[in-house]
């Protein structure tokens, strides 16, 4: 992953009237890097992709693509190089998914043969002949991650890439997500799996009310708030009360009838709690670390949510 940035943005705000879509938003994104956007809806995800592709000017403030404003004059080149799957998928329908793709692929001045290999990449090489009108909205989903693809973008801006698909065409999406970032290519997605994406980025970058609240590892972030690791441990009666004993400042919950006992313990300090269980010399049945979701963390931020552990226990 380099150093140089492949997106920026200082003090990017956007205004509609006096009400602010985004205010003074400042990140950077690194070549092979793979950023999501989170937030809930209208906090002003969509907004600033836009802003970003040159949809949008800004308000105030300065962005870069590719050492590019979106709003010079010979951003044209600059934006084959781009891949962009919109929350919205519009299609001429009355069109073949292969005719769309030839259309596509020469707006980018892009080979044609590469086109069979984008239909088996997003699993619709069969339907490659068929008029649009017959696809289904997840096929058409795919039909526009496709599109997104032709080129090999060095960037890939995609907002809510799965919505409509089935899980199987899910696993798919962030599969050639998985392989463009492996390739190189910096990722740009906004997303509401939160769930999906938590083992699949480099940072996450969360907006509130048009707002960056938060932008890191998800791992830092888990840290900063205080989020806890659980460690659910299944055993006998007698090992759940002695580890009961032992443990009494990290009791979360105690479920005897169960013969299962929670704990709870800062994230730095979860391998010196599990060597410490061991070291019991219990006879245990399972032991299982949860570790804060992506999903708490966003709560946690956008919902300033005081019993995130608790909540985890409850469902967990």
């Known amino acids: 992953m380099g150093n140089i940035p492949t997106i920026r943005l200082e003090n990017?705000?956007?205004?509609?009237?006096?009400?602010?879509?985004v205010k003074n938003i400042n990140f950077s994104i690194a070549q092979g890097e793979c950023l999501a956007l989170v937030g809930h809806n209208g906090a002003g995800k969509t907004t600033l992709i836009k802003l970003v592709l040159g949809l949008l000017q800004p308000s105030s403030g300065e962005l870069s693509i590719m050492g590019g404003s979106p709003q010079d004059t010979n951003f044209d080149k600059l934006r084959e190089d781009i891949g962009f799957l919109p929350e919205q998928v519009l299609f001429q329908t009355n069109m073949t998914g292969r005719e769309m793709l030839k259309f596509?692929?020469?707006?980018k001045n892009a080979k044609l043969n590469q086109i069979d290999g984008l239909f088996e990449r997003v699993d619709l090489l069969a339907a490659a002949d068929n008029k649009i009108s017959t696809y289904s909205k997840g096929m058409r989903q795919r039909l526009g991650l496709a599109q997104?693809?032709?080129?090999?973008?060095k960037v890939l801006i995609l907002d809510e890439p799965t919505s409509g698909l089935d899980p199987l065409s899910r696993q798919t999406v962030y599969s050639i997500i998985d392989e463009e970032k492996k390739a190189g290519a910096t990722v740009f997605v906004s997303s509401h799996a939160l769930t999906e994406l938590d083992n699949r980025i480099d940072r996450v970058a969360i907006l509130n009310k048009?707002?960056?609240?938060?932008?890191?590892?998800?791992e830092n972030l888990r840290r900063d708030i205080g989020l806890k690791s659980i460690i659910r441990v299944s055993a006998k009666l007698q090992e759940i009360e002695t580890i009961s004993q032992n443990f009494m400042s990290n009791i979360l919950k105690l479920e005897a009838n169960k013969n299962q006992i929670l704990l709870a313990c800062p994230l730095d300090e979860k391998p010196i709690l599990l060597k410490?269980?061991?070291q019991l010399n219990l006879d245990l049945s399972n032991i299982e670390?949860?570790?804060p979701s992506l999903e708490q963390v966003f709560m946690k931020y956008t919902l300033d949510t005081e019993n995130t552990n608790e909540e985890i226990a409850a469902n967990g």
């Open 12 to 21: 990017v705000s956007k205004l509609y009237g006096d009400s602010f879509a």
């Open 104 to 107: 596509y692929s020469r707006l």
């Open 148 to 153: 997104a693809l032709i080129g090999h973008p």
């Open 210 to 218: 048009g707002e960056l609240v938060a932008i890191d590892s998800i």
């Open 276 to 278: 410490a269980l061991f």
């Open 289 to 291: 670390i949860i570790d």
